[in-house]
């Protein structure tokens, strides 16, 4: 499922639920990607991170039904720009990560999941 987001970041973001795989310098876990955009990712995880954590994640972008396409995994890094629990006393956490560091085929591939879902 991927919805628009009301935007007021200045780049386009798309609700999602895609899985992705986070490595921290202390451990790795499973996330699950709520809505992103071109610059970051808003993660749903069952653990803290602090803030300022450069944390590597794996995602894989779901394949084209329409092209025939295969699915594109890809690994990223980003900076954990904030965290908190979901609901007051939760275990689960939104994790905001501001994204540093991506390859061009990975920008282009992500620019054209985002923009696809767009329309």
Known sequence: MVD?????????RIETSLDASITTPDCGFA?????MSMS???LICD????EMTIV???????A???RKLPSFAFDITG???RCQPCTPGSKRYELAVFLTDMPRETRAALHDFI???LR
């Open 4 to 12: 628009r987001v009301k935007e007021r970041r200045g780049k386009p």
């Open 31 to 35: 996330a699950t990607v709520k809505n």
């Open 40 to 42: 970051g990712l808003l």
């Open 47 to 50: 653990r803290p991170v602090p």
């Open 56 to 62: 590597a994640m794996r995602l894989s972008l779901p």
């Open 64 to 66: 084209k039904p329409d």
């Open 79 to 81: 900076a954990v720009v």
């Open 115 to 117: 923009q696809s879902h």
